[in-house]
């Protein structure tokens, strides 16, 4: 039983960081395109123009959005079939943590948190934690360049780093997740 709730927070923590970094992705589409017949693209810079993120993050997912697209045969074209569009929203995540552990009075001369008579964690331990995080929500729009209409949208929400490093990892896994939802029926 010791055992058990001294690596219960160890677990608790290393399921609330697996959470963490995994993308939920969807994607609609219209039945009624013909995704066989895309081949080429280009980026709609006016919508790109609009996403508010900074440049050095819209560039970063347009590389791997472009990189992700030419791995599945597309070519980038200056009379393209598809346009590529994106927007992002964000908010921020605020968690309250109470640090309270075990059972019993917490300071010396009570109920020890897994039972038997001595100190607790001591004074000052069980002061509340905030932690704060932001969840961002990438869309990628495909739109039919001849009829100027959206053909696919793709969404993926996640958490961001705000290390530089891992951030572009990051794009890069949001993109790729996205993207493995492209062309409808792909995946299996």
Not at 46 to 53: L, N, P, R, V
Not at 69 to 91: C, H, R, V, Y
Not at 96 to 116: A, E, H, I, K, M
């Amino acid at each position: 039983m010791n055992r058990l709730l001294k690596t219960f927070p160890l677990l608790a923590l290393l399921v609330m960081l697996s959470s963490c970094s995994s993308v939920r992705v969807a994607a609609d589409y219209d039945k009624g395109a013909n995704f066989n017949e895309y081949k080429t693209f280009a980026f709609f810079k006016t919508g790109i123009d609009k996403a508010e993120i900074s440049d050095l993050d819209k560039r970063r997912i347009l590389r791997a959005i472009e990189s992700e697209l030419m791995a599945k045969g597309f070519t980038k074209s200056e009379n393209p079939d598809l346009l590529i569009s994106l927007f992002t929203k964000s908010q921020q995540r605020v968690d309250v943590y109470n640090n309270t552990w075990g059972y019993g009075s917490w300071g010396w001369g009570g109920w020890g948190p897994w039972g038997g008579y001595g100190p607790g964690w001591g004074w000052g331990w069980n002061q509340p934690s905030v932690s704060t995080s932001t969840q961002g929500t990438l869309y990628i729009d495909l739109i039919d360049a001849n009829k100027k209409e959206l053909v696919w949208q793709g969404m993926g929400t996640g958490y961001l780093s705000r290390n530089v490093d891992k951030k572009e990892e990051r794009i890069k896994e949001f993109v790729a997740e996205i993207m493995s939802k492209y062309p409808p029926g792909s995946q299996q």
